[in-house]
């Protein structure tokens, strides 16, 4: 029996920020630990990155990270990871918390913009584009 697989990627796509976001423009993630929060290392993976990964390498990346997997067991752990549904970037941190929008070119490739950058302006203004917004934090 073949597993179906979930995706999380969009394609021509931008992730405007949170209606109760609380930056007015995007902050940089910082640790509160030892330990890299999800949200930094979405930022530095996508930051050094710009559209390298779809959501869907971006997500898995920071999942093995996180478990601290070997390279050797990313095949079978994507294909489990990826069994369930996994919440988008729409529930990013980036885009809930820290005043991110995220890019998704055709390919489905990701890049982010703080909202108080032209770039996020223009994809605003792009009727070509999808747009959605990312999920509030608060259920009001």
């Given amino acids: 029996m073949k ?7 969009y ?6 920020v949170s209606e109760d ?3 007015q ?10 330990k890299k929060t999800v949200a930094e290392m979405q930022f530095e993976i996508i930051s050094k990155h ?5 959501s869907d390498d971006l997500l898995f990346d920071v999942y093995a990270r996180k478990m601290e997997l070997l390279e050797s067991e990313y095949e079978e752990a994507r294909n489990v990871f990826f069994s369930k549904g996994q919440p988008c970037l729409r ?3 980036l885009t809930k918390r820290f005043g991110f929008g995220v890019h998704l070119n055709k390919e489905g490739k990701i890049a982010i913009f703080g909202r108080e950058t032209n770039e ?7 009727a070509n584009l999808k747009k959605v917004k990312a999920m509030k934090s608060s259920k009001k």
Avoid: M, R, W
Wanted: hydrophobic share 25%.
């Fill in 21 to 23: 976001c609380p930056s």
């Fill in 25 to 34: 423009f995007g902050e940089v993630p910082v640790s509160k630990g030892d």
């Fill in 120 to 126: 996020y302006q223009h994809f605003l203004n792009d």
């Fill in 11 to 16: 394609i021509s796509t931008f992730i405007e």
């Fill in 91 to 93: 529930a990013s941190p």
């Fill in 50 to 54: 710009p559209y390298q990964f779809t």
């Fill in 3 to 9: 597993t179906t697989l979930h995706t999380t990627n």
